[in-house]
């Protein structure tokens, strides 16, 4: 199910982490600090938990499709996995060539800590097989890290479920193959919630971020069956009780998004055109808008240090020049790079 109305969730949390990246990167927003401190903070702390939102979603549409029925039949575990490869590695690339001119061109007129040095080969060869993150190597852009534990999750999730059909019986059943296969799912998202995801050790490898993702296969096939409430309502019960445990935000969000997921899979309300506005635009090209909105806001963050170094309105002013701007340029980023 690819709706409008998880366009509308992806363009939402899009427009969130946009405004967390300006709110946390700075240097704007350390001078706007002064006049709207509270609208800074609350982006700051709460702006990144919109991740678990497309960590989610990222899950649910993962789920559809390697729940299908044989769907190893029809292709191998590595074509899936290429195909993923393909559809996130040319604006991927793309946005890294980006990052490293605007860093250039930020460092020029500003020094920060936001602004990565030229890479070594090494460094671009990692990132050129999302493992960036895994192998130690600094992210050339914010949006980056994303891109390759999307990448990770789904590749892990495909090998196992793959292994699973592999080393069965032939003569099971699909329902009993994949029931195993849910099961495993289940217990990768279970270590994730009650062990990796209290670490933050962990968090440059997708054991931290499975909890979210394995919520979102779990919600996909959840919503397929006949016991759909019954599951929902178990589900439900193992992630309230790891919140009593140690509350965590992120995972209370990626829970409700799970749940929003899986009540709305062929509900009626779902199909309304109150989802068909520009929120569903942005969310279709919110993997645009994530690739790009980072390298463009450093160089407004560098002009503006150069103009308006000390006035606090003006730089506010500056921020919401550097949000338009980057939704300005991941329209042609999108339809030129993206799409094809």
């Not at 920060?112 to 090494?122: T, W």
């Not at 999730?157 to 289940?186: C, E, K, M, N």
């Not at 701007?325 to 999108?334: C, G, K």
Request: glycine share 4%; charged share 10%.
């Amino acid at each position: 199910m690819r709706s409008a109305f998880i366009d509308n969730l992806k363009g939402v949390s899009c427009i969130l982490i946009m405004l967390h990246h300006l709110a946390f990167y700075g240097p704007m927003s350390d001078v706007a600090m002064a006049v709207i401190p509270g609208v800074i903070d609350f982006f700051f702390v709460y702006g990144r938990m919109a991740v678990a939102v497309f960590l989610v979603i990222g899950g649910f549409l993962t789920g559809q499709k390697l729940f299908e029925q044989n769907v190893f039949a029809h292709k191998s575990v590595f074509q899936l996995i290429w195909h993923k490869y393909q559809r996130l590695v040319i604006p991927y690339l793309a946005a890294i060539i980006l990052a490293i001119i605007c860093s250039f061109i930020a460092s020029q007129w500003m020094q920060h800590a936001s602004i990565s040095a030229m890479p070594e080969p090494e460094q671009l060869i990692s990132h050129l097989f999302f493992l960036q993150n895994l192998l130690g190597y600094e992210s050339l852009s914010a949006g980056l890290w994303y891109v390759a534990m999307d990448f990770q999750l789904f590749a892990v999730t495909a090998l196992a479920l793959f292994l699973i059909d592999t080393i069965l019986p032939t003569h099971w059943s699909y329902q009993r193959t994949q029931l195993i296969g849910v099961l495993i799912v289940t217990l990768i998202t279970l270590a994730s919630l009650f062990i990796f995801n209290l670490d933050d050790s962990y968090d440059t490898t997708f054991l931290y971020f499975y909890v979210a993702y394995g919520l979102g296969i779990l919600a996909a096939r959840i919503a397929q069956t006949q016991s759909k409430m019954f599951l929902l309502f178990l589900l439900s019960d193992f992630l309230l009780f790891a919140l009593y445990l140690d509350f965590r935000g992120r995972v209370l969000i990626a829970g409700v998004t799970a749940a929003v997921l899986c009540l709305s899979y062929q509900s009626w309300w779902v199909n309304s055109k109150i989802w068909m506005n520009p929120l569903a635009k942005l969310g279709r090209m919110s993997y645009s808008i994530f690739l790009v909105h980072f390298p463009i806001s450093l160089v407004v963050s560098s002009i503006w240090v150069q103009l308006y170094p000390e006035n606090p309105w003006l730089n506010v002013v500056g921020m919401v020049t550097a949000a338009l701007l980057s939704l300005l340029v991941a329209i042609p980023f999108y339809q030129f790079i993206e799409k094809r």
